[in-house]
């Protein structure tokens, strides 16, 4: 309709996005402080927030980009503190965080899609030109799969079992897609 359905506040300086369509809430990630703010998409009233990240330290930040898992109710955010990197894993009820996926050799996790068939997590790294594959049953890494350059973001389609990865690309490099089967 070309028109805003609904103006609310979210976290300080948003930067990732999920929604729990069963209970009409919008989760909103803060770059910088980590910050989840849950909005009700009803009527855009904030209803409760929390710093997950504060369960680690001063030292670990950098929290931005989110995904979500239905069948756990679990959130994963991105954290890019450098020594600190990985995904952080927090109960999206009480936003309590429950531990911090590692991913090896100083890969910092950008963009990320659930792929909730196959219980698995995908996450884009685009210092190390790899997509990572997280096994959501036992929240480990299990995988590295090489796409373009700097991967950013990616999508998850479980009806066609793929997966669509932007690379971001190079000042010497064109952008481009790469497209996964899963």
Same mark, same amino acid.
């Given at each position: 309709?070309?028109?805003? !359905?609904?103006?609310?506040?979210?976290?300080?300086?948003?930067?990732?996005?999920?929604?729990?369509?069963?209970?009409?809430? $919008?989760?909103?990630?803060?770059?910088? &402080?980590?910050?989840?703010?849950?909005?009700? !998409?009803?009527?855009?009233?904030?209803?409760?927030?929390?710093?997950?990240?504060?369960?680690?330290?001063?030292?670990?930040?950098?929290?931005?980009?989110?995904?979500?898992? !239905? !069948?756990?109710?679990?959130?994963?955010?991105?954290?890019?503190?450098?020594?600190?990197?990985?995904?952080?894993?927090?109960?999206?009820?009480?936003?309590?965080?429950?531990?911090?996926?590692?991913?090896?050799?100083?890969?910092?996790?950008? #963009?990320?899609?659930?792929?909730?068939? &196959?219980?698995?997590?995908?996450?884009?790294?685009? &210092?190390?030109?790899?997509?990572?594959?997280?096994?959501?049953?036992?929240?480990?890494?299990?995988? &590295? $799969?090489?796409?373009?350059?700097?991967?950013?973001?990616?999508?998850?389609?479980?009806?066609?079992?793929?997966?669509?990865?932007?690379?971001? #690309?190079?000042?010497?490099?064109?952008?481009?897609?790469?497209?996964?089967?899963?």
């Amino acid at each position: 309709t070309d028109t805003v !359905a609904l103006a609310f506040e979210t976290s300080p300086a948003p930067h990732g996005v999920v929604v729990d369509q069963e209970r009409d809430l $919008i989760y909103f990630s803060a770059v910088g &402080n980590g910050a989840i703010v849950v909005v009700s !998409a009803v009527t855009g009233q904030p209803l409760f927030s929390a710093i997950p990240k504060d369960a680690y330290g001063a030292d670990f930040g950098g929290n931005n980009m989110l995904a979500r898992q !239905a !069948a756990t109710r679990r959130l994963f955010q991105v954290n890019t503190q450098l020594g600190y990197t990985g995904i952080l894993v927090a109960d999206e009820v009480t936003l309590a965080a429950e531990q911090v996926i590692t991913l090896g050799n100083g890969a910092i996790p950008w #963009g990320m899609a659930v792929d909730e068939p &196959n219980r698995l997590l995908f996450a884009a790294l685009p &210092n190390t030109n790899v997509v990572a594959v997280v096994g959501l049953d036992t929240l480990t890494h299990v995988a &590295n $799969i090489p796409v373009g350059t700097c991967p950013y973001a990616i999508a998850v389609d479980p009806t066609r079992r793929l997966a669509v990865v932007t690379n971001q #690309g190079s000042p010497t490099e064109d952008a481009t897609a790469s497209i996964l089967s899963l």
